[in-house]
Antibody, heavy 118, light 107 residues
Framework: DVQLVESGGNLVQPGGSLRLSCTASGFTFRDYWMSWVRQAPGKGLEWVANIKPDGSEKYYVESVRGRFTISRDNAKNSLSLQMSSLSDDDTAVYYC???????????WGQGTLVTVSS | DIQMTQSPSSLSASVGDSVTITCQASQDIKKYVNWYQQKSGKAPKLLMSGASHLDTGVPSRFSGSGSGTDFTFTISSLQPEDIATYYCQQYNDLPWTFGHGTKVEIK
């Protein structure tokens, strides 16, 4: 089965750091752009970051640029999101998602909850 | 950034009714719109790409249309399993942006 499984969500204090991971299975991970999308409690969806199949290009929403880093390890079928200088506004469920070649999210993980609170 | 203004924010309709959701982009995005369905506590699911292309396995009661700045998503005959929040998303330009969602309920 094609699957994405996120991990790493946790309660973290403001100003803290956290690393999210997403493990892919059932497809050739290195062939696909990948993305992180987040959803604050009771709110809508927000695109966070994209990464090219070979990792050579990365794009971020303005609100996380300089604080978050998206990366991937194609040998391990793994996507990561390193988050730092976290604030309350970063509290959300974080989804990793596969981007199909014509730019839509066709596979989503189940999400992992990040709570930023003192 | 391209703003996606989605309406209504919620709607209530009877089983069998036709329901329509609209999304207006703040600038021309050609046909670069996707539609997703999100059921409570679950990850979103792709329903439609490129404004009108139904994803594999999605029932034909779902349809989409539009181009430029105005887009429409329709459920032709609402079913109980369609209870969810629906989002439009533009991919014409980064940052990709979503509408605020439409919560669909059964009357």
């Amino acid at each position: 089965d094609v699957q994405l499984v996120e991990s790493g969500g946790n309660l973290v204090q403001p100003g803290g750091s956290l690393r999210l991971s997403c493990t892919a299975s059932g497809f050739t991970f290195r062939d696909y752009w990948m993305s992180w999308v987040r959803q604050a409690p009771g709110k809508g969806l927000e695109w966070v970051a994209n990464i090219k199949p070979d990792g050579s290009e990365k794009y971020y929403v303005e609100s996380v640029r300089g604080r978050f880093t998206i990366s991937r390890d194609n040998a391990k079928n793994s996507l990561s999101l390193q988050m730092s200088s976290l604030s309350d506004d970063d509290t959300a469920v974080y989804y990793c998602a596969r981007i199909d070649g014509v730019w839509y999210y066709d596979i989503w993980g189940q999400g992992t909850l990040v709570t930023v609170s003192s | 950034d391209i703003q996606m203004t989605q309406s209504p924010s919620s709607l209530s309709a009877s089983v069998g009714d036709s329901v329509t959701i609209t999304c207006q982009a703040s600038q021309d995005i050609k046909k670069y719109v996707n539609w997703y369905q999100q059921k409570s506590g679950k990850a979103p699911k792709l329903l439609m790409s490129g404004a009108s292309h139904l994803d594999t396995g999605v029932p034909s009661r779902f349809s989409g249309s539009g181009s430029g700045t105005d887009f429409t998503f329709t459920i032709s005959s609402l079913q109980p399993e369609d209870i969810a929040t629906y989002y439009c998303q533009q991919y014409n330009d980064l940052p990709w942006t979503f509408g605020h969602g439409t919560k669909v309920e059964i009357k």
